[in-house]
T-cell receptor, first 112, second 116 residues
Framework: NAGVTQTPKFQVLKTGQSMTLQCAQDMNHEYMSWYRQDPGMGLRLIHYSVGAGITDQGEVPNGYNVSRSTTEDFPLRLLSAAPSQTSVYFC???????????FGQGTRLTVV | AQTVTQSQPEMSVQEAETVTLSCTYDTSESDYYLFWYKQPPSRQMILVIRQEAYKQQNATENRFSVNFQKAAKSFSLKISDSQLGDAAMYFCAYRSGKTSGSRLTFGEGTQLTVNP
């Protein structure tokens, strides 16, 4: 069972570059989310989706875009990378509020 | 907006001993869910235990149990018979029962060290 798959696992970007973090789940979950993890701050919600074609902003959405064209995929786009976006990024999916969320392995992004 | 606070950045425990990690939260809602996640050095986020706010009984999963005090808005995690593999960062998380989606609000995390 693949669960939630994130690619790449590591990435170094130059300031101003753009890139897309990929996230795919094979559990037919409706709900998907992107979080960033910074030291001493826990995980903070960037964007989330409640189904294909429906997305909304989380706590820290600036500088990021998302789309949800299929149930399986939920890519996160960095439009113009900044050093402040250096972080570990997690994609998560769930089908129920009760069950919590399943997380991908994370992407460590460094912007220089 | 809901907030989750973990006031212990670091904790340590001797192998086979018991340790309790603290978590408090702030919410005006009555319907919500609480979770503890474990993050070992591999970075993977692993769900340890969950608690529904409407349930008075504290959740238990093998060596892991919670002390859920709804009135005090406290949700502590007790790890019994600690093992070396329990060493990890632990996050407390809140999820509203009203809002849709998989939005979790996390605390800052507690780094647990297990000493042999």
């Amino acid at each position: 069972n693949a669960g939630v798959t994130q690619t790449p696992k590591f990435q170094v970007l130059k300031t101003g570059q753009s890139m897309t973090l990929q996230c795919a789940q094979d559990m037919n979950h409706e709900y998907m989310s992107w979080y960033r993890q910074d030291p001493g701050m826990g995980l903070r919600l960037i964007h989330y989706s409640v189904g294909a074609g429906i997305t909304d902003q989380g706590e820290v959405p600036n500088g990021y875009n998302v789309s949800r064209s299929t149930t399986e995929d939920f890519p996160l786009r960095l439009l113009s990378a900044a050093p402040s976006q250096t972080s570990v990024y997690f994609c998560a999916s769930s089908y129920s509020r009760v069950r919590g969320a399943f997380f991908g392995q994370g992407t460590r992004l460094t912007v220089v | 907006a809901q907030t989750v606070t973990q006031s212990q950045p670091e904790m340590s425990v001797q192998e086979a001993e018991t340790v309790t990690l603290s978590c408090t939260y702030d919410t005006s809602e009555s319907d919500y869910y609480l979770f503890w996640y474990k993050q070992p050095p591999s970075r993977q986020m692993i769900l340890v235990i969950r608690q529904e706010a409407y349930k008075q009984q504290n959740a238990t999963e093998n060596r892991f149990s919670v002390n859920f005090q709804k009135a005090a808005k406290s949700f502590s995690l007790k790890i019994s018979d600690s093992q070396l593999g329990d060493a990890a960062m632990y996050f407390c998380a809140y999820r509203s029962g009203k809002t849709s989606g998989s939005r979790l609000t996390f605390g800052e995390g507690t780094q647990l060290t297990v000493n042999p």
